[in-house]
């Protein structure tokens, strides 16, 4: 099962930042956080990931919380090329990817 | 920028063929998976290989399923007898290394549909 859980669907007007949220309180201390997203049925493409600290790639911003039981993918300006589902993943140690269901973002103009 | 592909895009066949669905990995990758996508429904990890064996597999996985990396490039998922229940997006996926920096890379995908 997954280990982290999302709210099912979020809408974003265009040029706004979304901020999707995503719980993993049952993760340990040396479990990163893994983003992706699939957009209508491509091959889910990795965003960013994070231990600890706040991370930043081209793509988005990952922010954790302290007690590292909560984070939070930003995309700062989101386009309608962004509007997809958004998976927050904490891998295993083999490394395999468990998806949830995730949260279907809509951007709309 | 290097990518996974995938071949064929769309395979269609017969309940009761075998098919093999064919991946090319990033070339300096040393991971490699399948996932599967049945339409409306979550992706689900098969099964993972790493040199030159499976490490890991899921209950899906059963022993109509075989994965094979039969050159230094391709990675393969064999399918012996297909069942109507098959049909997916089937997702080859690479990484590169271990630790903890696990980043797959997945290819487009190719549509398989048993009739």
């Known amino acids: 099962d997954a280990k982290t859980t999302q709210p099912p669907s979020m809408d974003c007007a265009e040029g706004r930042a979304a901020n999707l949220p995503c719980n993993h309180s049952t993760i340990s201390g040396n479990e990163y956080v893994y983003w992706y997203r699939q957009i209508h049925s491509q091959g889910p493409q990795y965003i960013i990931h994070?231990?600890?600290n706040n991370e930043t790639n081209e793509m988005a911003s990952l922010i954790i919380t302290e007690d590292r039981k909560s984070s939070t993918l930003i995309l700062p300006h989101a386009t309608l090329r962004d509007t997809a589902v958004y998976y927050c993943?904490?891998?295993?140690?083999?490394?395999?990817?468990?998806f949830g269901q995730g949260t279907e973002l809509s951007v709309k103009p | 920028e290097p990518e996974v592909t995938q071949t064929p895009s769309h395979q269609v066949t017969q309940m009761g063929q075998e098919v093999i669905l064919r991946c090319v990995p990033i070339s300096n990758h040393l991971y490699f998976y399948w996932y599967r996508q049945i339409l409306g429904q979550k992706v689900e990890f098969l099964v993972s290989?790493?040199?030159?064996?499976?490490?890991?597999k899921s209950e899906i996985f059963d022993d109509q399923f075989s994965v094979e990396r039969p050159d230094g490039s391709n990675f393969t998922l064999k399918i012996r007898s297909t069942k109507l229940e098959d049909s997916a997006m089937y997702f080859c996926?690479?990484?590169?290394?271990?630790?903890?920096?696990?980043?797959?890379?997945f290819g487009p995908g190719t549509r398989l549909t048993v009739t």
């Open positions: 996926a690479s990484r590169w290394t271990s630790g903890f920096s696990y980043e797959q890379y």
């Open positions: 290989f790493y040199n030159n064996e499976i490490s890991e």
């Open positions: 994070g231990l600890k």
């Open positions: 993943i904490a891998p295993d140690q083999g490394g395999k990817l468990i």
